[in-house]
């Protein structure tokens, strides 16, 4: 028996699914390990081992592929706990990092402090250098200046260093250059080019990402080697694949290469595993774990690629699935203000010491024991009954909040219950009512642990008209990784316009850039019949700031005259989405071209094979539980249905409850869901 298994390291869980030959899927679940992921990685595999009745060892030598979502880059950049960068930059401007960019979003917040760039000013040198718009040398590199600035590094324990020149997007010479003089002046110290990294017109997001690329180096490859080294003393002689931000994966040796890839790359297997389990064109996909709600949108069927994802106050600088997060997981803590406002997150309990409920340590209150106290999650099955819950440690850490409030427990909890609900519609509302997609217009995909518990009640909020409960929510992500494609994107800067079409550069662009990619699925051992590529271009109006992704198609090899007109409609009718507004008669320019190449792998889609036989006989509830409703300010007794125990076809109606192993589904009056041949269950409101 050969097995595929994906690794999802949360904030509170790590999830493991495991799909074996005959493509039935299961999942298991172990508590987070903070500063030791490795550990968690391997303790989830036992438990993974146990559950097929095997030993680690023996499990191991049964695996064929990994793929693994990892954190670790994430989280040092979360809590700045990355290694002393020192940046070059040309001369005369030192202040890349300072300056940014205009922003497009919260022009009129004039009361923030200025931030901090993201390399100090004294870790910031310049070399004298200069290289023009159009690749032409202007002033020659100064070795010198190069070899003084290695020496100041070196005394100030630099432990990697970013290099941004001006246009090395369009003449890479001296970037390389100062590369070869840093290997002879800073032996084994790790250096990041800027046009590598992310080949781009715009100086400030080339450089940062530059630089937060350097700055978590050794920590992404230290990561890898322990578990590189941790995976071959297990004797694991198959393949890791690692999560990209670009929702696919990467070999080990790519990521190395170019660790920035794997900052946020978890969240960004939810919406890939979206993309497979709903045809409809526009999708929500919310994915709430122990410490935040995080959300994404597919528009047109469509991932959608945003640059502008942010760390703090910085900008990431590289294209990434575009996934919105809030403090809003069922370990966020509740809190009363001294105003007597309550407040849900963003902070939370984690996986230490977690909930008061899990009987860890937790002494405050969460969403998560307030799901406990309003009876949504039975105490006795949770996790299927594999992880002891304490309810009298939620109706305690609740208690302090209704003291608070002059509320009961249950009434307190309800409004922990709710207040969470509304900071994710907020973020819901955010990814899609502002970026040109209707809410009630779209299929909305549960993901995490505790989505299913509260999406009812958004669905309500938003007037979504339709919700899937997919059978693996709990491990939505790592399923994402399951049948993910190996996928990597490339850019090039050709700025030209719809007045003066530079076709050739265009297409001499698009074929080197495909060269490059066909090169990276061959290496990542992709046959040539599972390669894909996909092409999209960056525009704007004449005279705009800011760019827009628009995809387009390639014909028999490559561009022609007469794609233009499509090019430049197809511009217009994207940004008539996201904006409401065309401007037919303006100039628009292109700037930039890419390709994403994309692999499909062996046994990928094998999970497709299994499907549930239909069900036979009434649908009956395999219990009665009471369950908090606000109406009545009180518990009513509601029917609880197993997951497991319906067939494809069964029908159930709300208000009720659905249990499973790993997550349990509220369902409201008029809510009624329907299971399909996979085991998801679609719910329509009526």
């Known amino acids: 028996m050969a097995f595929q298994v994906c690794i999802d390291i949360g904030g509170t869980f790590t999830d493991c699914l495991v799909s074996d030959k005959d493509g039935q899927i299961r999942i298991f679940k172990s508590p987070t390990t903070p500063g030791e992921f490795e550990k968690g990685f391997l303790n989830v595999l036992h438990v993974a081992a146990e559950g097929y009745g095997l030993q680690p060892q023996e499990f191991l030598q049964q695996i064929d592929l990994i793929v693994h979502g990892s ?24 202040d890349i990092l300072v300056l940014r960019e205009g922003a497009r979003k919260g022009a009129f917040q004039w009361r923030l402090n200025y931030p901090d760039p993201y390399v100090p000013k004294h870790l910031t040198k310049s070399v004298s250098e200069r290289i023009d718009a159009r690749g032409n040398v202007v002033k020659a590199l100064s070795h010198e200046d190069v070899r003084k600035v290695a020496g100041e590094f070196r005394v100030m324990g630099v432990e990697a260093v970013a290099v941004g020149l ?132 597919l528009r047109n069927h469509q991932i959608i690629i945003t640059p502008d994802s942010t760390i703090h106050d910085d900008n990431l600088g590289i294209p990434k699935v575009d996934v919105r ?115 009630r217009d779209s299929m909305f995909v549960c993901g995490g642990g505790a989505t299913a518990l509260h999406i009812a009640d958004m669905a309500d909020i938003l007037g979504l008209k339709r919700y899937m409960v997919p059978r693996f929510m709990a491990g939505l992500s790592a399923f994402g990784g399951l049948i993910s494609d190996i996928r990597r994107e490339d850019s090039a800067v050709l700025l030209t316009n719809s007045d003066n079409f530079d076709i050739q550069g265009v297409n001499e662009a698009l074929a080197r850039l495909k060269k490059s990619g066909d090169e990276f699925l061959l290496g ?58 065309r401007a037919d008669g303006d100039i628009v320019e292109f700037t930039a071209w890419k390709v994403r190449s994309i692999g499909k792998r062996d046994g990928q889609d094998r999970w497709m094979s299994h499907k549930l036989p239909m069900h036979s006989g009434p649908v009956e509830p395999k219990a009665y539980r009471d369950v908090y409703s606000h109406d009545d300010l009180a518990k009513k007794r509601l029917p609880v249905f197993d997951l497991k125990d319906l067939g494809a076809g069964a029908v159930i109606a709300g208000p009720c409850v659905v249990d499973s192993e790993t997550f349990t589904a509220f369902l409201k009056p008029k809510h009624n869901g329907t299971v399909d041949k996979f085991g998801n269950l679609t719910v329509h409101v009526d």
């Open 71 to 94: 954190t670790v880059s994430t989280n040092a950049l979360v809590e700045r706990k990355t290694v002393k960068v020192g940046l070059i930059v040309t001369e005369g401007h030192e």
């Open 325 to 439: 997060s809030v403090g809003a997981g069922g370990g966020s803590i509740a809190n009363v203000d001294a105003g007597g406002l309550l407040h849900v997150g963003p902070h939370s309990a984690g996986a230490k010491p977690g909930p008061a409920c899990y009987n860890k340590g937790g002494t405050r209150p969460t969403v998560t024991d307030a799901n406990v106290v309003l009876g949504f999650i039975d105490p006795d099955y949770f996790l299927g009954g594999k992880f002891e819950i304490r309810p009298d440690y939620a109706q305690n850490v609740i208690g302090e909040i209704a003291e608070q409030l002059s509320v009961t427990n249950e009434e307190a909890a309800f409004a922990i219950y709710t207040t969470a609900n509304h900071n994710m519609v907020a973020a819901i509302e955010e990814i899609t009512v502002r970026e040109g997609i209707n809410p």
């Open 524 to 581: 990542a051992g992709v046959k040539g019949e599972n390669r894909r590529f996909e092409v999209s271009f960056l525009g704007r109006y004449e005279y705009q700031s800011f760019e827009i992704e628009v995809p387009f198609e390639v014909r028999d090899g490559e561009v022609r005259e007469q794609q233009l007109a499509e090019f430049v409609e197809q511009f217009h009718q994207m940004h008539e989405r996201i904006y409401s507004i």
């Open 166 to 297: 001006l246009w090395s997007v369009v003449n890479s010479a001296h970037e390389t250059e100062v590369r070869r003089v840093l290997e002879e002046e800073l032996p084994g110290v790790s250096i990041t080019l800027s046009h590598e990294i992310n080949p781009m017109p715009r100086e400030y997001k080339r450089v940062i990402s530059a630089a937060i690329d350097a700055s978590i180096n050794p920590i992404v490859k230290t990561y890898i080697e322990r578990l590189r080294s941790a995976l071959d003393d297990a004797d694991f002689g198959g393949e890791l694949l690692l999560a990209n931000c670009v929702g696919g994966m990467m070999p080990v040796a790519e990521m190395i290469k170019k660790p920035i890839y794997s900052v946020m790359s978890g969240p960004t297997l939810a919406p890939m595993a979206a993309l497979a389990l709903s045809d409809e064109p526009d999708i929500i996909v919310g994915d709430m774990g122990g410490t935040t709600f995080d959300v994404s949108a």
